[in-house]
């Protein structure tokens, strides 16, 4: 840090994020890649009190001489759905997947997130924190500076209110912002399995106005799918987090088609999540609502999902695009949200561009702080990550864990919080 507590970073390539929110029809032009990151050529970021003050070209005259010189400077990383509080492992069901048992016929028969349910349900407070802890410094580790976490293996009013204070009390103690979303339509609770309806109206009527009351929640998200809850339940769990201000969130059309994108869309959710299943009805309604498509690419291959969301025509539509780690023990089990972006761009076919704005600024929208993360613009946090690659769309070619590979050369940048 210099003096006046002033840093200037120089970057031959600055991607701010920058730009128009609706991305224009892929031409495979470099100008449309260079947009879709707000790409400035050789250019300074100047940050005072540990917020970005401007950005500036470098033979601007009020540019300051910097005290950093870079190849590439883009955003710190936003991870938008994690449910990465849990206790005990899933290696079992991985296993008798891989043998030719689905997903959701193991969580019909009750086990799957119902296993997860009954092991994060005895497990201490301490352990959980602990757990939690690790796995949000390991995100920190990977140039994550944001991370939204999940409830939904607790599914009774107390067992819920535990996870959200126990993920609160976490989120004090790391350098990581985090997201708290109560997601207690997860899978059916076994105690009310003959009387789901009854689970729903404690979510609506006790959970949700507690948790907000309690202020440990952020976001409410509900699991709309064949085996979990349905369009209509979702939708009323949703509409109760709506009028109590909370953002909204689907798991949407993952397993089958339920019609839950739309709803998302009709309910004005932040989100729709997963979508391996969507119509192009589904995506023009996306589009319409400005609801953003997260793209979790890390389920696809480790359920080895046939069917695989229409990246390509969401983005063509005008819908804002995500990618996002899913981490939790049942369909997603890594935390590398750079292995995310990298199968976001093989098995979503998205650009570099699209997939670096989908770990940045979108996912920073759908959490509601970008204001603060995900794009390099003046009053944004200076908070960033260096590399020293040939070019910056060589950042998703290397497949995963981007902050420990020679080649890419990745420091984290910028000042601490004034
Ligand atoms: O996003 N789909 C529902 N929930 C998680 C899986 C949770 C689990 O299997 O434990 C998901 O894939
Ligand atoms: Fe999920």
Known sequence: MTAGDRLTIRARQLLTMEGPARLPPADGAPAREAGVVGLREDAVVVCRGGLVEAVLPADHPDAPAPDREVEQLMPTWVECHTHALFGGARHVDFALRNAGRPYVEILEAGGGILSTVAHTRAESAEVLEETLR??????HARGVDVVEVKTGYGLSVEEELRHLRLIDAVARRVPVRVIRTCLAAHAVPPEFRERRGEWVEAIVGELLPRAVREGLVDQVDVFCDRGAYTVAEGRRVLEAGRALGLGLRVHAEELAWTGAARMAAELG???????EHITGEDVAALAAADTAAVLLPLVTTFLDLPERAPARALVEAG???????????????SLDLSLAASLACSLHRLTPGEALRGVTRVPAEVLGVASAFGVIRP????????????DWTAVPWLQGELAFRPEAGMRRE???AG
């Open 319 to 333: 819908v804002r695009v995500a990618v996002s780690t899913d981490y939790n023990p049942g369909s997603a089990c």
């Open 379 to 390: 009053g944004a946090r200076a908070s960033f990550l260096s590399f020293s690659l040939p």
């Open 269 to 275: 959710a932040a989100s729709a999540d997963h979508l």
């Open 414 to 416: 910028g000042q601490a």
């Open 134 to 139: 690790e796995r949000l410094m390991a995100f």
